[in-house]
């Protein structure tokens, strides 16, 4: 099957970014894709001092907006992540919508972007954002999808939950910087992707060098082998590539890493 990622460009106008991503949505249908990914915060500028301004609820203005291309279009649609308010909390949320337009999965990000490097990036999405609470998965006619938003690929433990659970593709939308980018977007990747057999897709923001903060881009997709099969640039683009779960059964057949696990030594589970 083919799946799109839709590397946008966004701006401080919410009701550009959300007409510009449906536009593209409909480009990938037309260009037969089945499965398209939006990127981290495709509504909003990303930045603690935004998320409050932009937050909505869900269901609300973007996710109704989504609901309805994904219905138009006719595909499963990861709709990148937006932030939400809920209760009085915010959350950097993604909603996957079927083709019949119904929510299949509503993914809160799990493991909030901390980080302090001295001299290159300090930021602190916790200053604002809440975590989510569970592990989110949705079924299409193709395969299981995991999901994780941005930082949340950085734990391995997740992505073997979600291998375990029978998933064979992983979507992080992800917005990336210019420190850590060129570090370790590819790296975890392809990490990830060898670790669990797994096709592994990362869908980014364009690069907007006058933003507050500035995305690495370069939206990539890793096959189970560990191979980069697309990327991008830093530009607003449209990915493409084509899922062969063909191959991905003959790499598990020709290193069965999934049955050889010592379950007698060791394990990975969800707590709740």
Known sequence: FRLALIQLHVSAVKSENLQRACGLVREASAKGAKVVALPECFNSPYG???FKEYAEKIPGESTQKLSEVAKECAVYLVGGSIPEEDG?????TCTVFGPDGAMLAK????HLFDI????KIQFKESETLSPGNTLSMFDTPYCKVGLGICYDIRFAEMAQIYGQKGCQLLIYPGAFNLTTGPAHWELLQRGRAVDNQVYVAAVSPARDEKASYVAWGHSTVVNPWGEVIAKAGAEETVVYTDIDLKKLAEI???IPILSQKRCDLYGVEVKK
């Open 107 to 110: 993914h809160r990000k799990v």
């Open 88 to 92: 009085g909390k915010l959350y950097n």
């Open 116 to 119: 302090n490097v001295p001299g």
């Open 48 to 50: 603690t001092q935004y």
């Open 252 to 254: 598990r057949q020709q």
